[in-house]
């Protein structure tokens, strides 16, 4: 057994603390695994004297957190306090001391991923910044590196999937729905970051990077959250066997030249392996040409959880730090471009209020066929003078489908556009 | 960029041939992604002059497996042959020479790990042995090594899955679900050891050594194939809300000092994840203290989902080696032994053919009583002269579960014991 690893922590709060428990309680396992023991250096937090929901050691507690990343003895830092600053100047200083870091920072990497992987000198892990303890990053980085991934379908934020899970389930409105989460801890007090696309934007500029070795930033992710969603469209969905679910969704375009890197509302078929995702569990469907269709799925947030990632990757860099080694960089030599979301090919679902009228479906269907939209199914309703169309569209850019309900609005007999929504992880033509 | 790694490949069927042409195809991506090209040198086949899947150029075939593995200038070593020989012998000396060496023969892995781990000097890697293209053996080993798995519950032989999946979609019987698997190639014309659970016990075994860092040999595992099941039985677990699956089940004991390691077919609640896994396709449950619910879930088999893996793994070795350094090595630190499937904790769902009669109901709970099994519920249905009678018990050990059955069986107001089948996956008491 080797002398031990002295792990500094940055933060102690709802993941850290988790972190501080099973250094302790599973000591003697993480020691086996790595080769050496794993001891707590210390422990930078905003405050003392606070109550933590896990005794830590008053003298490891400090509030000098840039002292203790660059402290000669520490060779590991965990980072989990999150946000672009002060994380970014702490995890700098604690590379130019060439030690090894553990990220569950997702903010940071999405944003100035360029500046961290850069400064890395020893090792750099963040298994825990996207989809919590669902070992993702690791897979995507090294078991697909010998093949060819076509697309990433993520539900990557469990507070918008309790969401759309329970107004799937009871028919709540997104209000109500927000309101059970939140009362549940499943929603913050401000849900700003989750229900408007902002968390899972992060992730999925994460994991589009990785997926198609090149540098995304969480700028390139074209964004929409849920608060639109109405009971109705919940509902509409349903009954059409499809359910909605917010998606992080990575693309390479047909050509293969450049990708498409998207967070929004879609419907998708009860069949799909993702639309049986419930509450606020997450899960990642990846298309790979070789390995075909995978699917990972657990918790995706959660202290302990989370947690259980941190200690998977500081068991891998404490190894590396052993065996005098490295674990793989950022790997962007691919260099592909992000597209704008009007270059994606999708499909629209698009409910429409029209006066109930002979010629009105003619004159709808003109407006598709000018903007070269196909036309896969339309369901009419006739409700007293007015009618709801219903149509869901072939596959089509998202550049024509949005030019074509632009020109839909304009028509006099289109009493309102009701719902407009992409459909996806449906390919039959 | 590094002068050329030099593979060579041993075998050229369904997966090498895979192998071969995506070394091929993807050479520049695979080039960029290890830092180094990763060139063929050699294809040791058992025939030369064979019409193939894929075309080899004729001067890398040999018959001299040996030569081409001990060759000096041959870096990485990819065994696809499968079988205990010649494959051991050959990445033994491949590993004498100090090859890296890439497997996907889990027969191999599980029989005879130890001597094999043993010999290793470089890398040994093998996502490929355990559920094709599915990303589960690093998970395991990496994700989840700051982490303590409790159980392991996985469908990880497609050709058992596509056979039960059939029973239960079109109420089939095993005889003709097992001839339509094997006219769509998913079961080969000697199906033993699919069906029996050979394969998944072979695949239990690897698993459970990996998620509890122990040494488990497919001879430490309880197996029971799936010929015996009925057209009824599947329909009964349907009216119950359960599907039947053939699961590898890997478990820590309560007491936490012994594993259970168990291949039979057994019924699920149909709202757990693994129920939903159709056809030929694998996934694996695992259930870890602070990741809780994890789910891997993709092809399990076939050419290029296996390739996939392989390639994987070739990226992965071959960074190691540029970078002059190893992945992790095999960890059987806690030493845990294998108890006996008696001492599994488990459900039964028993099936009784009984005389309909006064006092039989007390007569039958009264041998569950005896062993100490608790009856969680019970139902009868009568049918003339006779009744049958379906009992599900709440969790006992397999020894008094098994002795049970053999109590109802002495009975003489029990006409038949109609079918015994274990319950997993269903944690309410």
Same mark, same amino acid.
């Given at each position: 057994m080797s002398k031990p690893l002295k792990v500094a922590l940055l933060g102690c709060g709802v993941v850290g603390s988790q972190v501080v428990r099973l250094l302790t309680e599973q000591a003697e396992d993480l020691a086996a695994r790595v080769g050496a023991p794993l001891e707590l250096a210390g422990v930078a937090v905003r405050k003392l004297g606070r109550k933590r929901d896990v005794p830590v050691p008053e003298e490891l507690l400090t509030t000098d957190a840039h002292a203790l990343v660059t402290r000669d003895d520490v060779d590991i830092v965990v980072e989990v306090i999150g946000g672009i600053e002060p994380a970014r100047s702490l995890i700098l200083a604690a590379m130019a001391g060439g030690k090894s870091v553990v990220t569950a920072n997702k903010a940071l990497l999405a944003e100035d991923g360029e500046t961290v992987h850069?400064?890395?000198?020893?090792? #750099?892990?963040?298994?825990?910044?996207? *989809?919590?303890?669902?070992?993702?990053?690791?897979?995507? /980085?090294?078991?697909? *590196?010998?093949?060819?991934?076509?697309?990433?379908?993520?539900?990557?934020?469990?507070?918008?999937?309790?969401? #759309?899970?329970?107004? &799937?389930?009871?028919?709540?409105?997104f209000t109500d729905a927000l309101e059970e989460a939140q009362s549940l801890g499943y929603a913050?007090?401000?849900?700003?970051?989750?229900?408007? +696309?902002? &968390?899972?934007?992060?992730?999925?500029?994460?994991?589009?990077?990785?997926?198609?070795?090149? /540098? @995304?930033?969480?700028?390139?992710?074209?964004?929409?959250?849920?608060?639109?969603?109405?009971?109705?469209?919940?509902?509409?969905?349903?009954?059409?066997?499809?359910?909605?679910?917010? =998606?992080?969704?990575?693309?390479?375009?047909? &050509?293969? !030249?450049?990708?498409?890197?998207?967070?929004?509302?879609? $419907?998708?078929?009860?069949?799909?392996? =993702?639309?049986?995702? !419930?509450?606020?569990?997450?899960?990642?469907?990846?298309?790979?040409?070789?390995?075909?269709?995978? $699917?990972?799925y657990g918790a995706g947030a959660g202290g302990a959880p989370t947690a259980s990632a941190v200690l998977g990757d500081l068991v891998a860099v404490g190894r590396n730090r052993l065996a005098g080694t490295r674990g793989p960089s950022e790997s962007v030599y691919a260099?592909?471009?992000?597209?704008?979301?009007?270059?994606?090919?999708?499909?629209?679902? @698009?409910? =429409?209020?029209?006066?109930?009228?002979?010629? @009105?479906?003619?004159?709808?269907?003109?407006?598709?066929?000018?903007?070269?939209?196909?036309?896969?199914?339309?369901?009419?309703?006739?409700?007293?003078?007015?009618?709801?169309?219903?149509?869901?569209?072939?596959?089509?850019?998202?550049?024509?489908?949005?030019?074509? @309900?632009? +020109?839909?609005?304009?028509?006099d007999i289109v009493r309102a556009v009701a719902s407009v929504m992409r459909v996806e992880g449906d390919e039959t033509p």
């Open positions: 850069a400064a890395n000198r020893a090792d #750099l892990y963040f298994e825990a910044a996207v *989809a919590g303890a669902i070992p993702l990053i690791r897979p995507m /980085r090294e078991s697909l *590196a010998g093949d060819r991934v076509h697309r990433v379908l993520g539900i990557v934020n469990g507070t918008t999937n309790y969401i #759309l899970d329970k107004m &799937d389930s009871t028919g709540a409105s913050e007090a401000d849900p700003t970051a989750d229900v408007e +696309g902002f &968390d899972a934007a992060a992730k999925a500029a994460i994991l589009a990077g990785i997926a198609f070795h090149s /540098r @995304v930033t969480a700028a390139d992710v074209y964004r929409e959250g849920i608060t639109e969603i109405s009971a109705s469209d919940v509902a509409s969905a349903k009954a059409m066997g499809y359910v909605i679910k917010l =998606l992080a969704i990575c693309a390479r375009s047909d &050509d293969g !030249r450049s990708v498409g890197v998207r967070v929004h509302p879609a $419907m998708i078929p009860r069949s799909h392996p =993702l639309a049986g995702v !419930r509450e606020a569990y997450n899960a990642v469907f990846v298309e790979a040409e070789s390995a075909g269709r995978l $699917m990972f260099d592909l471009a992000v597209h704008p979301v009007g270059e994606t090919v999708t499909r629209y679902h @698009v409910s =429409l209020d029209v006066a109930d009228k002979p010629g @009105v479906l003619a004159t709808v269907a003109d407006v598709f066929s000018r903007h070269d939209v196909s036309i896969q199914t339309v369901r009419q309703e006739g409700r007293g003078d007015d009618a709801q169309l219903v149509l869901v569209t072939h596959r089509a850019s998202d550049a024509a489908l949005s030019a074509t @309900v632009e +020109g839909l609005r304009e028509l």
